[in-house]
């Protein structure tokens, strides 16, 4: 659990005297001696605060030194916009006077000065990717890699960007986790220690979400004008637009916000970033968005039933709720498909991964990995994981890489050195106690590999759905005039719509799931219409 000297965060840019002068406006100046704690691991409410005079330093829970901030510099990280608690200490280490501006008061100057939100978002994200990196930081999750719910809740917090320690009672490297369980049985595991010392045993993903402040709590039954199921890039153009565009819109997911977008390393070919964009950003920008403009995001509720009603359709969910809308977005996205060999999950989140993310980065270091895949992610993911240090080899089943991926990535792959195997498929995992020491290709060839990456494509979350709207052969939702609708993201239900990759027919890229998601918002708007016309002094 020790570390041998700090990790730093990226530095601490400098607000101008003018960004100074408006979050004076906005906020209390105070001041604090050496010693203080401007706020500690645990804390749920702490406010942005920016540095006049004076020094503070960022500690983690066991009172190691992260970095330290001076004058004109700012504290905090995503958890301000997002509600989560704090995962850090900030302690004044030479006397200070700063201004606290509280967090709604925060996101409302983010939308008046664009200047300052690039400066603020773009640090405050640089930041969640460098504490993601630091060993005993955030949660605390002790389980064994036997165990599907440990597997699970550690999956769910590493998609939702949260640091994490994952602590194997059963692996002999670690006597301190053994101890930790002894007394709990298997039904209690795994045992999670939220940031500030408080433990769950077997917690679902929902009641971890609340209790570290960043779940939302729907009542019972909930009335909205737009229901977005699916928190992806379509899923959250729909409740920018919406919401904007005078919606009672509620987004709902059973992970977190981003979706697969949100898990990239580098959108290259996103319209209006000629330098990329990563997809932590992206999706960061656009909840915040979001909520500015009063959409309410609920993760993580699953939908498990789709009943289409006059006036209003019912979505139920996972935790019982019920949520009626005038008009529902079915933004479901797609789940990453498995390889099908024997002793996959053994592996996986050990040495097999869906996601290349700054933790990944750094446990590669300079490893032998292969990435499995044709596509653009996992095009990204071996540029990332290559920069990163490690040695990288991607496999794909085509003859030509460039049937599948942008001429962009495939020259990226070769200025970073990454080496490309054309018709290899891997036929066998090899290694003990989840850690990977080589694979077999079907052709018998055998490659030494300590770390594995899947990006075999994705097949859509409409399980739930059953026989509620009509779907392709594949599970794709069809939509215009395969059903018989007028508008092409319509479903064969009328008020019920879908948007990005759950799609039939959709593109499956980015910018394209974020404009069905805005597209929607107009023929949502165009139902109501008719609705209200069909039948006058109907209730909104």
Known sequence: MNRS??????ESPALSPSQLGKIAELGEERSAEVGDALYQVGDEDYPFIAILEGEVAILDGAGNE???????????????LSGQSAFVTAIVTEPVRYVAVDREALRALLFDDEPLSDLLLTTFINRREALQTVAGLGLEIVGPRSSPTTRRLVEFARSNRLPVTWRDPENGDDPEAAVLVVGLDASSLPLVRLPGGAEMQAPSSGELSRALGIGRELAPREEVDLLVVGAGPAGLGAAVYGASEGLDTLIIDGNGLGGQAGQSRRIENYLGFPAGITGTELTGRAVVQARKFGARPATPYRAVALEPGNGRHVVRLDEGQEIAARAVLLATGAEYRRLPVEGLADYEGLSVFYAAGPPEQELCGASRVAVVGGGNSAGQAAVWLARGGALVTLLH???????????????????YGVAVRDRSEIAELHGQDGRLEAVTLKDGERLPFAFLFLFLGARPCTEWLDDAVERDEDGFILTGAAVGGEYLLETSVRGVYAAGDVRSGSTKRCATAVGEGAMVVQLVHAHIREQEAATPGVAK
């Open 5 to 10: 000297g700090p990790i730093r965060t990226p």
């Open 66 to 80: 992260i970095v330290r901030h001076g004058g004109s510099n700012f504290l905090g990280e995503l958890n301000l």
């Open 397 to 415: 089943r085509r003859a030509d890489l460039r049937e599948t991926m942008s001429d962009y990535l495939v020259r990226e792959l070769e200025r």
